[in-house]
């Protein structure tokens, strides 16, 4: 969120031409003059950055806010945000749903309706005037600092509660913390792009300012990265979930644009955050309990993830229950827990009940750390073999596991799993095929916890990568009539396809 703010967002384009603004309106230029400058400085910026779309919307709209000031308007009015928006819908249509546009007009409709008490204008009365310029200088700075502090405060929480349903919605983050450190990162990323500007200004011809600069710079990033670390590790200072469902969102902002647009409707500040409470309840967490609750209803349903070269299986019980078999991928770890985590969010799930790893390939696993972040998991099943070793991947995965709170059980042949409904009747039968409790003495592949799970007669093989040792142990034995079945190792030859699907 921090880089985003800083290099893709378009509010970086705006904390530059309000230093460029304040900079000309020193005793230099007159006012109109000024404005027309930024205006020109704001088109160069967004031409120097190749128009990139966040940069071009905040240029238009400073553009027009600038026109505005020229032309008599004291603020940033709901109709110039109108004509932004049309000018960005004439040059790429598809904006209106992306996420982007979306809450960067949200932001500033937020500012433009609110300004009146959010921004807190000065007193009209004159004598209230002359008894404030009568206080001491340290005084009247700290009234000031208290304002400041005060709208930044206030900016952040508004634009917070309103993004937070479509944010929780399209990225299933609810940041708590947010609300407090927000605010506050606003002075050192404005200070820090002021100061990367005067590298660029300075560099070429003054060297040690910008040397004072970039150390400057550098300075306020890193302080906005340990700030946002530090409270990155606060308690319940974060949640991930898989967020309102879309009706539920178009509600709000439906609910909010009639509030905005029609003045009459507008109600105490209390009941408007009882109204929220009741969305929270009524539009959010009810429709979730009672989805869970229709989910008891099912079958057994068995969704195969694409994560690449890898493997992940989503096992959804008749009695709710919610089971991984799996869950990584070849490189990077992100890349397979986004996608899994995609997936669990759009089905509504926010717990798992048990995650199995067939074995000790980092591909079947490494999604794991990540997904324990974003998911409360009861339990996770491995083999005697994997639970022995000691790589530095593995020891990651089991202190992730621990940190969790999730139980550590092995499975072995002859194990078998009942997952029952509300009535105590078996549902599934979860039978394990392979390894023997030894192990077969051979690598990880050999000794893959192989599944069968038995729903109404229907069985479903799970044999992750089986190969040598352990696949001629399974071929050894009765076969199998199987309905459906995961290709052993990603289909590799050494799975021997052929032999596998005659026996099963």
Not at 59 to 65: A, E, G, H, P, R
Not at 151 to 166: F, K, Q
Not at 224 to 244: D, K, L, N, R, Y
Request: overall charge neutral; hydrophobic content about 50%; charged content about 15%.
């Amino acid at each position: 969120g921090t880089v985003h703010l800083l290099a893709i967002s378009g509010l970086h384009v705006g904390i530059l031409a309000g230093a460029f603004l304040l900079l000309l309106r020193l005793p230099i230029f007159r006012r109109h003059t000024c404005l027309w400058l930024t205006i020109a400085f704001v088109v160069f910026y967004a031409w120097l950055v190749e128009f990139r779309p966040p940069a071009t919307r905040a240029s238009i709209l400073i553009v027009l806010f600038c026109l505005g000031r020229l032309i008599g308007e004291r603020t940033f009015s709901m109709n110039l945000l109108a004509v932004a928006a049309l000018l960005v819908v004439c040059l790429n249509p598809t904006d209106v749903f992306a996420i982007g546009p979306q809450l960067s007009f949200l932001a500033v409709a937020t500012l433009a309706i609110g300004k009146d008490w959010i921004f807190w204008p000065p007193p009209q009365d004159p004598l209230e005037r002359v008894i404030a310029n009568t206080r001491s200088a340290p005084v009247r700075c700290l009234r000031w600092c208290g304002r400041q502090v005060r709208t930044a405060v206030l900016v952040s929480a508004v634009i917070w509660v309103l993004a937070m349903p479509i944010v929780a919605c399209r990225f299933h983050l609810v940041s708590l913390s947010g609300l407090l450190i927000n605010p506050f990162l606003l002075l050192p990323i404005a200070m820090a792009l002021y100061a990367g500007l005067a590298v660029l200004l300075f560099g070429w011809w003054v060297s040690p300012i910008a040397l004072l600069a970039g150390w400057f710079c550098d300075r306020n990033l890193a302080l906005v990265e340990w700030s946002v670390a530090e409270v990155h590790q606060m308690p319940f200072g974060h949640f991930w979930t898989s967020g309102p469902s879309g009706f539920a969102v178009v509600a709000f902002y439906v609910g909010a644009f009639f509030f905005a647009a029609f003045p009459p409707t507008r109600i105490p500040g209390r009941w408007l955050a009882l109204l929220f409470v009741g969305w929270l309840v009524f539009g959010w967490w009810l429709p979730r309990q009672v989805s869970d609750a229709r989910k008891t209803d099912r079958h057994l349903v068995c969704t195969f993830l694409d994560v690449g070269h890898g493997s992940s299986v989503l096992i959804e019980h008749p009695n709710g229950e919610n089971w991984l078999y799996d869950a990584g991928a070849m490189g990077a770890s992100g890349y397979g827990a986004r996608n899994i985590a995609s997936a669990l969010w759009y089905q509504g799930i926010d717990h798992l009940d048990a995650i199995i790893i067939s074995h000790a390939d980092a591909d079947h696993f490494n999604a794991i750390p990540d997904l324990l972040e974003k998911f409360s998991v009861d339990r996770v099943y491995v083999s005697p073999m994997m639970a022995s070793k000691a790589t530095p991947k593995i020891v990651e995965l089991f202190q992730a596991i621990d940190a969790n709170g999730a139980s550590v059980l092995s499975l072995v042949q002859g194990d078998e799993i009942s997952v029952k409904d509300a009535s105590h009747h078996v549902t599934t039968m979860v039978k394990v095929l392979s390894p023997l409790p030894a192990g077969f003495g051979e690598n990880d592949n050999s000794n893959s916890i192989v599944l069968q799970l038995e729903y109404e007669g229907r069985r479903v093989l799970l044999p992750g990568d089986l190969e040598k040792s352990g696949l001629d142990y399974l071929l050894s034995r009765d076969p199998i009539d199987f309905d459906v079945v995961m290709a052993a190792h990603h289909g590799s030859p050494h799975s021997e396809p052929a032999a596998f699907m005659k026996w099963a």
